[in-house]
């Protein structure tokens, strides 16, 4: 069995950046896509972003386009989510998912998707 762990969030001013990580262990992470959703407090979790197998196909939220990069390391078993020019609406606990496929570029943007999930990381953006 799969588990992941989310790391690097914290507290960051508007316009400053942070860089998550998705730590797979147990088995290899690259028989897997693996997504990026938030939680806003009080708010329902949400697609962020995304990213098949081979690393061919990513795809991200409309927000977040143009500011975030998802990418993997399949050596490391590790997902990172770059995160730049960040805002106070970015605020929210990141969670990482995982679902196991055998499809190089199917990735998946609905929670409902994924089997397997991290403990998430808090993300703050305030000054």
């Known amino acids: 069995q799969l588990t992941l762990a989310e790391s690097g969030g914290g507290l960051v001013q508007p316009g400053g950046s942070l860089r998550l990580s998705c730590a797979a262990s147990?088995?290899?992470?690259?028989?897997?896509?693996v997504g990026w959703f938030r939680q806003p407090p009080g708010k329902e979790r949400e697609f962020v972003a995304a990213?098949?197998?081979?690393?061919?196909?990513?795809q991200y939220a409309e927000s977040v386009k143009g500011r975030f990069t998802i990418s993997r390391d399949n050596a490391k078993n590790t997902v990172y989510l770059q995160m730049n020019s960040l805002k106070p609406e970015d605020t929210a606990v990141y969670y990482c998912?995982?679902?196991?496929?055998?499809?190089?570029?199917?990735?998946?943007?609905?929670?409902?998707?994924?089997?397997?999930w991290g403990q998430g990381t808090q993300v703050t953006v305030s000054s």
């Open positions: 998912g995982a679902h196991p496929t055998s499809n190089l570029l199917v990735v998946g943007r609905d929670p409902y998707d994924y089997d397997l």
């Open positions: 990213i098949s197998r081979s690393a061919i196909n990513t």
């Open positions: 147990g088995r290899t992470s690259s028989s897997y896509f």
